[in-house]
């Protein structure tokens, strides 16, 4: 499970974390996570996300 960065803000996304105040459980791969989902530091789409 690999993390990833938000290129807007460099908010971490986790997959042992997950974002749980937004409906996604810890062990979510990023791939997994819906479409509509945001950043929850600065509201980016997911396509503004790059691997790390």
Do not use: H, R
């Amino acid at each position: 499970m690999s993390k990833y960065e938000c290129t807007l803000c460099g908010y971490v996304y986790d997959p042992k974390k997950g974002d749980p105040d937004n409906g996604v459980e810890p062990g979510t791969d990023f791939e997994d996570i819906p479409d509509d989902w945001v950043c929850p530091e600065c509201g980016a789409s997911k396509d503004d996300f790059q691997e790390l």
